[in-house]
């Protein structure tokens, strides 16, 4: 693994990685942009189409600040401040001057050029694409800077061994016995008693989430501050709904319309809502509306009208009454009028801006539990905040970097993930060391006091567990008995039906909770523009298993098709629109379970080629999801070129 002499020599390192990541993921946008129509991509959230651009004067350093306003509003998007984007009149090619952007509201988003804006930007109908996610690569680089502020963490980073023999005690007994396993309680004691670090390593199914929810419950109940965070929105929500649910309060900060609308209600948007200082500031923002209106019966003193002249020699000649330069007194005092009112409106605005700035700052304080994105732990909101402990889950889906945005906003850190599972998606190639997460290294290092593992898995039928369990976890998981012997006979509704095709109706209905259907016919295609891979063969075997499955009482939200390759994926889906099945690629099930699943692994092709089906933590992520019964269909004699696959196969057939 990975050892650094000294902060500098990790920030170089790390620096030249995120750069080349930045790079990518502007050509993955100019590609996306080349390959859907503007409406495809505006649906995505990645561009804003008809937009109206004018000159919004120059800003900070001198940039040229030019707003885009949209009457009808803003449609919902991923572009945040900081973002880099680039305007066009119908598709961009890339080559166009880039702005960064500044601010965004309901109706408008306003963006700066370091240069003078090309003219095309003070149209109509214009179209803002995102070029890049600007704003987590510089947080990344941030809080790498930041560590040279945080030594504990910088030895831990450095993998100063010494550090790892410092003793951790159990001091602080807790009882959760009715509600955890002993190994979970025990790892909640652990964590709870760590000095600085300690990582909780979850498999599949073993209730990593719910422990880590129960050690921010003792957290809380230690009167610690807490920051909670995760890769993505929903495995935020995820959490959240669990601490919800052990009555922990909370406070999420992000997008609202990003968020579960069940768990609206704890969003920093919502409590703003009855804050009694941000209700005074939506008084003010009302009353500067309405001074805007007032202000345009007046001339404006902006460019060409004012002359040259300060409002203060605008305020002065309006009361002499007479004309100046070729300024009549009329349109003097009309002039004078628009400045009061201006200074009015400016005075309104930063009393508003200071309320809602204090409704925010003591929404904050009194959280204990502030819940976001990895990424968004380095907004402006938190900028001060210091927390007394960090935790991250599925930590081994973020990049080290990314981690480190939450992690140097604390001063003990909790990490709770699964190496085994899919790591950090990593558009370029030569970024690929970012792969490697944070969780990954410290758990090559880290001695057996700052790390355990989850044992009992709450999910799986002991045989569905099994190949992952020998491969992946070298035996060390067990099935809790509520599921060990599940099986789809158990499922209140479920009543076995005959099915046309007698081979189908066996693999619904036999006793056996993991079965291979061989495909042997089944052709892999691809499409000429397309690297992704599908195979209309196994779509149609798919269909068949989902009718016999629906066919005996199966409800649809039981059923989860997966498959590797996202050309498969969305013919699957239009295939079986109106049967509302879950339907997605294993990145997309990660976290998720079902009653079924049904993998269709698509490649078929006399080499033995197998793709990205080689990395093994995608294939443990999709045997790893069903809880009464696995179906997977595929080419044996494509897939057994390869051991594990191999092995695999045999094993069933064995059975
Ligand atoms: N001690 C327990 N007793 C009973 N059920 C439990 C226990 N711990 C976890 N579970 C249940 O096991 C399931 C999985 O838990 P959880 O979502 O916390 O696991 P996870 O390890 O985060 O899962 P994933 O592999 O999807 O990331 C949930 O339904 C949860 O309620």
């Not at 999709?622 to 595929?634: H, V």
Request: hydrophobic content about 35%; proline content about 5%.
């Amino acid at each position: 693994m990975k050892r650094f002499q000294d902060i500098a020599q990790y920030k170089k390192y790390f620096s030249s990685l995120i750069q080349k990541e930045r790079k990518a993921e502007m050509e993955f946008h100019l590609n996306e942009i080349q390959l859907l129509s503007a409406r495809q991509r505006e649906a995505k959230g990645r561009a804003i189409l008809t937009l109206t651009g004018r000159d919004a004067g120059t800003g900070i350093g001198g940039v040229y600040l030019v707003k885009l306003v949209r009457g009808s509003g803003l449609p919902d998007n991923e572009i945040s401040n900081g973002d880099v984007v680039i305007i066009s009149k119908e598709k961009p090619i890339g080559n166009e001057e880039q702005a960064t952007v500044v601010s965004k509201t309901k109706r408008s988003i306003t963006i700066a050029y370091n240069k003078v804006p090309p003219y095309l930007v003070f149209g109509r109908n214009l179209r803002l694409d995102l070029y890049s996610n600007d704003i987590t690569f510089q947080r990344m680089l941030d809080a790498i800077s930041s560590l040279e502020k945080l030594p504990k963490l910088q030895d831990f980073i450095k993998s100063n061994i010494d550090l790892f023999l410092e003793e951790q005690n159990l001091k602080t007994p807790i009882n959760y016995t009715k509600v955890l396993n002993t190994k979970q309680e025990l790892i909640v004691q652990k964590a709870l008693n760590s000095n600085d670090i300690f990582l909780i390593h979850g498999p599949p199914g073993t209730g990593k989430t719910t422990t880590l929810s129960y050690l921010i419950k003792s957290f809380f109940k230690e009167d610690k501050k807490v920051l909670v965070t995760a890769p993505s929105n929903t495995a935020v929500d995820n959490i959240l709904e669990k601490l919800q649910s052990l009555e922990v309060p909370s406070t999420r900060i992000g997008n609202p319309v990003r968020m579960d609308e069940n768990l609206l209600n704890l969003s920093l948007d919502v409590q703003l809502q009855d804050h009694p200082d941000y209700q005074q500031a939506n008084g003010i923002w009302n009353k500067i509306q309405l001074l805007k209106k007032e202000q345009e019966d007046y001339v404006p003193a902006t460019g060409q009208n004012r002359r040259g002249l300060s409002d203060q020699k605008i305020i002065q000649l309006a009361s002499s009454k007479k004309p100046y330069r070729g300024i009549q007194s009329g349109k003097l005092r009309k002039m004078a009028k628009w400045i009061k009112i201006q200074q009015d409106i400016n005075k309104n605005f930063e009393e508003a801006q200071a309320l809602q700035e204090a409704a925010i700052e003591s929404i904050l304080e009194k959280s204990a539990i502030i819940c976001t994105t990895n990424s968004s732990a380095g907004s402006e909101l938190l900028k001060d905040i210091i927390f007394d402990v960090v935790c991250i889950d599925e930590a081994t889906q973020s990049t080290e970097p990314e981690a480190l945005i939450p992690l140097v906003k604390g001063r003990k850190w909790i990490l709770a993930g699964d190496h085994q599972q899919l790591p950090p998606t990593v558009k370029a190639k030569e970024a690929s060391d970012l792969s490697i997460s944070l969780f990954e290294r410290f758990q090559a290092e880290l001695p057996e006091n700052r790390i355990d593992i989850l044992t009992i898995q709450y999910r799986m039928h002991q045989d569905i567990m099994r190949f992952s369990n020998e491969n992946f976890y070298q035996n060390q998981l067990k099935a809790h008995p509520s599921v060990a012997h599940h099986t789809l006979k158990d499922l209140p509704g479920f009543e076995p039906f005959p099915y046309i095709n007698p081979a189908i109706e066996a693999v619904v209905q036999s006793s056996k909770p993991v079965v291979f259907i061989p495909c042997f016919e089944g052709k892999e295609e691809q499409l000429a523009d397309s690297h992704s891979w599908f195979n209309r063969e196994e779509i149609a075997l798919t269909k068949e298993i989902t009718d016999a499955l629906l066919s005996s009482r199966l409800f649809p939200e039981d059923i989860g098709i997966i498959s590797p390759y996202d050309q498969q994926v969305s013919r699957l889906k239009s295939t079986l629109k109106d049967y509302h099945v879950e339907i997605k690629s294993i990145d997309g099930f990660q976290g998720r379970e079902k009653e079924v699943i049904i993998i269709s692994l698509v490649r078929s092709n006399l080499e033995g080629n197998i793709g990205f089906l080689r990395d093994y933590r995608r294939l443990n992520v999709a045997l790893t999801r069903a809880k009464r019964k696995l179906i997977i269909i595929g080419n044996p004699s494509t897939l057994q070129s390869n051991p594990v696959y191999k092995s695999f196969i045999e094993n069933l057939q064995n059975q």
